[in-house]
């Protein structure tokens, strides 16, 4: 059995990646299954998605904890959690970055294709949603399934869901994926522990389903978590605003959905950058294209 | 103390009013409504200083009593049936969030086959909710009940919710004779509520977020635990009442003439009075019948009931309500308990959707189990009182 584990979040498609590797797989006759867990978060939050292929019939339906291939859909994540945890030694990873692979340390020395699946995504898809175009960089880097199985599993799944032009382009960038990523050996260095974990006793649970703010074995709980908790970090585009063309109208104001945008005494707004997360409605909704979206996050 | 001949309804109302209930958020049910308005009585005449929310829906009722005694008050309530229903999704955050609510529910059968009348099968529909259950016999049970219900409900050992079951019109529109104690008296039994955890804008709480995988199974195992070691609460709670009060129940469960009974029925509500004098018209004949009487449903009396059984050859099982396809619910749990005890167990359906158990069904009962004695064949579950065969 090959195990795989994705790593992403939420809005990459890392669900749809597992979705679409697991098909691929059954395309080729063998047997196939794939599920996410994720939490109550939103776009942007850490999430996780699972594929397992075999020749029999797979009756396991827990989560993959030794996998095979990792795949990290947002290189932002390996600073945050241990993603490489429990990856085979002979195991392979994939990762989504401008860097190559021996710049990459992702804790355990393995074979390693990267791939700058977000250029990729933008150029075909007008969009960071980088799920197809990681596809092509896994089908370069292992013998799992074909490319040509991968395109047409993106077809199917694709095609249904958005329709042909949509499949044609996320065929397309995978296609690119698999010509531009790099193979090599990357870094085995960073120790693979999780930094922060609060895993108490069902007695020292506190008792009420309630918590007052403080900090439990370095985790952030009760009121107030956000303020540690960035949101602004998983940003990919930045707000610009162009002060001289606002005509103080507020609608970007009234709309950001994470609150950010501050108002100021005279109307003119400013971005709170720590929580943006670069959805870029506040520049949809303005009226004198007074802000743009510039490609980048910035800390 | 004084005497009164009053409903219920009426006796659980005094209840809460001289336990000094602060809120009161409720909606009107039939067979609940004299409680509710006794109580709204009570307010207007100043004779109780609380506050009384009328809701839009027993959804309503129970999140206002939730943010209420999470705001650190005690907190009343009553419904049926139907409500009771409604209040479900709001029921199960109330005993993992601790909140000492006490509830009356008046037994209403839950529809369809609607109707106003008694039936178990709305309150046993709670009985995995983590609320504290129990059934009443008689009019000042159902009071004495409520004024423990409070004590039990917030000793700081326990901190869960307490839904008080009495039947709906046998016991909610019957008058019959109740010592009403004093507000001084209840005063001194009846410590002030101190509560646990309170919102307070002073000292900000997330209450009630999602709760990750990692987290939600020792709460679940820590609420388990909470009301395993209810039981406990519940045996001194009862010592303590009868030293202030003079009456006494037995905690989880009663027993009567049990001393040397070879069978027996186990009842819960106002069935068990009949029991008591068929019982009594047995042991006239020479028969050894004896009675328990289930006085908690959660916690479950698993150890009582073994203690209570094992000297026995027969016993019967009295609901009020069916487990589709599955007998009783107090049936099931009674035979799960009994699994090592050699004593063969039955099941008796009655009463469904009101209909009047009389002296004749009790000991058609009674000698089904007596029947069992002697290794007669008996049906697993009998239907008392139903037209036509059992299949």
Known sequence: ?299 | MKVRVISADHAVAYAAKIARTEVIPSFPITPQTLIVEQLAEFISNGELDADFIPADSEHSVMSIAIGASAGGVRVFTATSSQGLALMHEMLYCVPQNRLPIVMANVNRSLGAASGIWVEYNDSMAERDSGWLQLYVEDNQEALDATLMAFRLAEDRRVLLPVMICLDGFILSHTVEKVELPEQEEMDNFLPKYDPLNILDPADPKVINPIIPPEYAMEMRYQLDRAIEHSREVIVEVEKEFAKAFGRSYGGLIDTYRMEDAKFAMLTLGTATGLARRTVDEMRAEGKKAGLIKLRFMRPFPFKELCEATKDLKSLGVFDRSVSFNGGGPVHTEVAASLCNVPVTVTGHIAGIGGRDITPRHMRDMYDLVEKATKGEDVRKVTWHGLRGDME
């Open chain 1, 1 to 299: 059995m090959f195990e795989v584990r994705f790593h992403g979040r939420g809005g990459q498609g890392a669900v749809m990646a597992a979705q679409t590797l697991a098909e691929a797989a059954v395309i080729e006759g063998r047997h196939a299954h794939a599920f996410p867990f994720f939490g109550a978060e939103r776009r942007g939050a850490p999430v996780m998605a699972f594929a397992r292929i075999d020749d029999e019939k797979i009756s396991i339906k827990s989560q993959v904890y030794e996998p095979d291939l990792l795949v990290v859909l947002d290189e932002s994540l390996i600073d945050i959690e241990p993603v490489a945890r429990g990856l085979k030694k002979d195991g392979k990873a994939v990762v989504n970055t401008r860097k190559s692979p021996q710049e990459i340390d992702l804790g355990v020395e393995v074979e390693c294709a990267t791939v700058n699946a977000n250029a990729i995504a933008l150029e075909f898809l007008k969009a960071p949603i980088v799920n197809t175009a990681i596809l092509g960089a896994v089908a370069r880097i292992t013998d799992l399934v074909s490319i040509g199985s991968m395109k047409q599993a993106i077809e199917n799944r694709f095609g249904e869901k958005f329709g042909e032009a949509a499949a044609r382009i996320n065929i397309g960038a995978a296609e690119a994926a698999y010509e531009q990523a790099s193979v090599g050996l990357c870094q085995g260095r960073r120790p693979l522990v999780i930094k922060r974990e609060w895993l108490p006793d069902w007695r020292d649970i506190p008792i009420g389903n309630s918590l007052s703010a403080g900090i439990k074995d370095g985790v952030m709980v009760g009121p107030g978590g956000a303020r540690q908790n960035l949101t602004g970090s998983w940003r990919m585009q930045t707000p610009h605003y162009d002060q001289e063309k606002c005509v103080r109208c507020l609608r970007c104001w009234f709309t950001c959905p994470e609150g950010c945008i501050k108002r100021e005494d005279d109307d003119h707004v400013r971005w709170d950058l720590n929580y943006c997360k670069g959805c870029g409605i506040c520049s949809q909704v303005c009226p004198v294209t007074a802000i743009d979206m510039i490609k980048g996050g910035s800390r």
